[in-house]
């Protein structure tokens, strides 16, 4: 059984979230050259944060062998994550750092900054299979009873972050601005490279063939999960129950077809017709 919620603005966070994080949000200064990744709990994050650290690398794996990816990305909005950002100093570089924050808890520094933020999309039914799998495991937030139930709590955005559909409308809103880039999963699955080539684009990084093929070959499904650096095999069992959790599981697009019996399918897609209404459909891989 997992903690309860934290709610803000009744929207539902991990009990590892920042206290009075309305009033925090004034207080963090975003710099011009921080690194920001976003993303909705589920869609992909560490993969692009694996990507992130070995662009930055120029493919030189041994960083992402040797720290985990919470103490080279912390996530802003944790405890932990916010104290190790504000300890940072200018001569360790820019910072990296993510964050699962809707667009209005962001800290308001962020948006008069030219700060770099790539923000990572992904089909909201794979989002439900892999967090339903995930957040189970995991003791900082509610748990729930069956797939059913949860399927349910993510449409009513009764879960960690709140809405998906409210996430991305609002995140959304920044496309177009030259210091955002949406990044889709499917992309990263269908067209790994161009992909990749895309972000480190983004960064101003300029790859060399080899470079990029080392960043190609450590960011695969196996040699991420084999990866203890970032499979989450070193969280806390206090914070992660390891029997029911596997961080990189199946690393697949379409795997909500497996789970979603086909009443689950409707009622979302009724919803999603409703919800997503107003948003560049053409542009998600997953239409
Ligand atoms: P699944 O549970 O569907 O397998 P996040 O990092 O936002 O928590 O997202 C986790 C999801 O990204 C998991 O999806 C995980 O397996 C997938 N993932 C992580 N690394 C990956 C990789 N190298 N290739 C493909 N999928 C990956």
Not at 21 to 35: N, S, T
Not at 113 to 138: E, L, Q, V
Not at 198 to 225: A, D, R
Not at 256 to 262: D, E, I
Request: a neutral charge.
């Amino acid at each position: 059984m997992g903690a309860d919620y934290t709610r803000v603005d009744r929207i539902p966070f991990p009990t590892l979230t920042v206290e009075n994080l309305e009033l925090w949000q004034d207080v963090f200064v975003v710099e011009d050259e921080d690194v920001i990744t976003l993303s909705y709990p589920k869609s992909g994050t560490n993969w692009l944060l694996e990507v992130i650290s070995l662009i930055h690398s120029t493919g030189d794996p041994s960083c992402v062998q040797s720290v985990v990816t919470w103490d080279r990305s912390p996530w802003l909005e944790y405890v932990g994550g916010y104290e190790k950002l504000r300890k940072h100093t200018p001569e360790k570089g820019p910072r990296f750092y993510n964050s699962h924050l809707p667009i209005q808890f962001l800290p308001k520094s962020f948006f008069n900054s030219k700060a770099k933020a790539i923000y990572i999309i992904r089909n909201p039914r794979d989002i439900i299979t892999s967090g339903y799998f995930f957040w189970k495991g995991m003791k900082i937030v509610k748990s729930t009873e069956s797939f059913e139930q949860f399927v349910q709590w993510f449409l009513q955005g009764n879960v960690s972050y709140g809405s998906w559909f409210d996430y991305i409308h609002g995140w959304l809103s920044m496309r177009g601005k030259d210091n955002f880039l949406v990044v889709a999963y499917e992309d990263l699955h269908q067209d790994r490279r161009g992909t990749v080539e895309m972000i480190s684009q983004f960064l101003g990084c300029k790859l060399t063939p080899e470079e990029l093929n080392s960043v190609l070959k450590n960011i695969s499904f196996q040699v991420m999960k084999d990866n203890k650096m970032n499979n989450y095999s070193q969280v806390s069992d206090t914070i992660l129950d390891h029997s029911k959790v596997q961080m990189i599981r199946k690393g697949i697009t379409g795997d909500w077809k497996n789970h979603f019996t086909v009443a689950q399918s409707e009622t979302f897609d009724k919803i999603y017709e409703k919800k997503m209404a107003g948003l560049p459909r053409e542009a998600f891989p997953w239409e």
